[in-house]
């Protein structure tokens, strides 16, 4: 069922709570026994949700069941980011987010796997064991919001949340076959998602389809004032943006996205998509953002220092996996983070501390910097030359097998190639199905304007309807 199906129902009276206690029955029987796709970490118990579903007010969301990603607080479940060393944690707050699905009416059923402290491209990084992709249990689902795309592509819920520092959103979704959309950094509160990467985090949707991650960003985005980054502007009506009319629309195409590297197959999908674009009455344009080459490299600096800075909290003392049998503040902060993080972690925690050292901050931090702004500068350029809208591949190949890119993390950090420019311009970016490559997925990423939700939408609305019957 749609979301507007869903509320329907529960607002005229009936349905939606057994919508929701449907789901939660699916995701009991889908995440037992071998072929468990190990998606959610935990799950409200039914006589709690029954209790949800009694208090939830008629709304947008009314009755509609939502699956959270394990880096958002919730109150009445764990936060564990994926880590050993929140495991068990319960927050005494709830982020802002999830406050305005409740308000909305939705029902959260439970909260998703994740790679530990979203670090990560295959949710293969998570304390809690890999989580699988639907679509083949042998691949990965991507990452690091694995578990919400495949609570999505499996049919447990209609919609989760998850969350985009550079790509974990979009990407994840390209390799399930669902619909996932970061929106402008800024539009929606980030209090209550553990930081990662301040500058970079921002919270997304994955859905079934356009319209439907339209209605849940258009609910939980808006000013918070407990985040000071988030932006005071209206709110668009991001659902009547969902028409499918791109006459005349402008779809910029950058060449350093179609490199001779990207899988052919990938390459031949994403202009077919292009061509059932133009047929619907857009107008495609070849353009080029060359600083697009640095983009992994400024990425990752710039996130692991992010990282090595946001991740000091997490000592041993003040909440949180503590190392037994310590006998000084120096040994409880080695032991506990040492066995409390995993190893792609503290992997991010070196780079990013040795990044901010002294003698190589203006070296690395301060160079990465400066060309983001660089980045953003050609992207900036691009719009105001009369460009609505850029179209690019989501990811460079389909899910590949799980473990493939364990022991190779450049090779695994390349998964996001297409995706960081986004985070590090700041900008919107939602990724559609486009088709399958030997019955695997194919995404293609349409990106924004800064603040220009509607255009994208309006975009990916059309691209979705135009693809439907298509493989």
């Given at each position: ?10 607002n005229?009276?009936?349905?939606g709570?057994?919508a ?11 995440e037992?026994?071998n072929?468990?796709?190990n ?37 009445d ?6 880590s050993?060393?929140l ?17 909305a ?10 790679d530990?402290f ?9 304390a ?10 042998a691949?990965?689902?991507?990452g ?6 495949a ?10 949340l ?20 970061k ?8 209090y ?18 356009v ?8 609910v ?9 980054t988030?932006?005071e ?5 991001l659902v ?12 910029g195409?950058?060449?350093?996205y ?10 031949a999908?994403c202009e077919?998509?292009?061509?059932r ?29 992010e ?9 041993g ?22 066995s ?8 991010r ?21 400066r ?12 719009f ?7 179209f ?12 493939e ?13 297409f995706?960081v ?20 997925p194919?995404?293609g990423q ?15 609305a059309?691209l ?8």
């Open positions: 069922m749609s979301i507007r199906e869903i509320r329907e129902a529960f005229a009276g009936s349905g709570p057994e929701a206690l449907e789901a939660l029955a699916k995701i009991v029987r889908g037992s026994g072929g468990s796709l998606a959610f970490l935990c799950t409200v118990p039914e006589d709690a949700l029954s209790e949800q579903a009694a208090r939830a007010p008629t709304g947008r969301l009314g009755g509609v069941p939502v699956a959270v990603k394990d880096n958002l607080a919730t109150s479940l764990c936060t564990t980011c994926g050993k060393i495991e068990g944690y319960v927050s005494p707050y709830e982020a802002t987010a999830v406050r305005r699905l409740r308000e009416g939705a029902l959260v059923v439970g909260k998703t796997n994740m530990e979203a670090m990560g491209s295959s949710n293969e990084n998570s809690f064991g890999p989580v699988r992709n639907p679509v083949d249990l691949r990965v689902p991507g690091s919001s694995g578990g919400s795309a609570a999505v592509a499996a049919g447990y819920v209609p919609v989760a998850g969350s985009d520092t550079g790509g974990s959103v979009r990407q994840p979704a390209s390799f399930c076959g669902v619909v996932g959309v929106p402008t950094y800024g539009r929606i509160s980030r209550g998602l553990v930081a990662f990467g301040s500058s970079l985090d921002q919270i997304g949707v994955l859905s079934r389809s319209v439907d991650a339209a209605e849940v960003l258009g939980i985005s808006g000013h918070d004032p407990r985040d000071s988030s932006s502007r209206e709110v668009p009506d009547g943006a969902c028409s499918g009319d791109v006459d005349g629309l402008v779809i195409v950058p060449e350093e179609f490199p001779d590297t990207l899988d052919v197959q990938v390459r999908r077919a998509a292009l061509e674009m133009e047929a619907a009455g857009a107008t495609v344009r070849r353009v080029s953002l060359p600083h697009t080459r640095y983009a992994i490299p400024t990425y990752y600096v710039l996130a692991t220092a990282a090595s800075s946001n991740l000091a909290r997490y000592d003392v003040r909440y949180g996996f503590r190392a037994p049998e310590a006998a000084s503040a120096e040994a409880v902060y080695c032991r506990t983070r040492s409390g993080f995993g190893a792609e972690v503290k992997r925690i070196i780079l990013g501390t040795y990044a901010l050292s002294a003698g190589y901050y203006d070296a690395y931090y301060g160079r990465a910097q060309v983001r702004e660089r980045l953003a500068c050609e992207f900036a350029d691009v105001a030359g009369g460009v609505d809208v850029l690019t591949p989501t990811s460079p190949t389909v899910a590949f097998p799980l473990g890119r364990v022991a190779d993390p450049v090779s695994m950090y390349l998964s996001d190639v995706t420019t986004a985070n590090l311009a700041n900008l919107p970016a939602i990724s559609v199905p486009v088709g399958e490559v030997g019955g695997l194919v995404g349409f990106i924004g304007p800064a603040w220009g939700e509607s255009t994208m939408f309006r975009a990916a059309a979705e309807r135009a693809m439907e019957g298509s493989a």
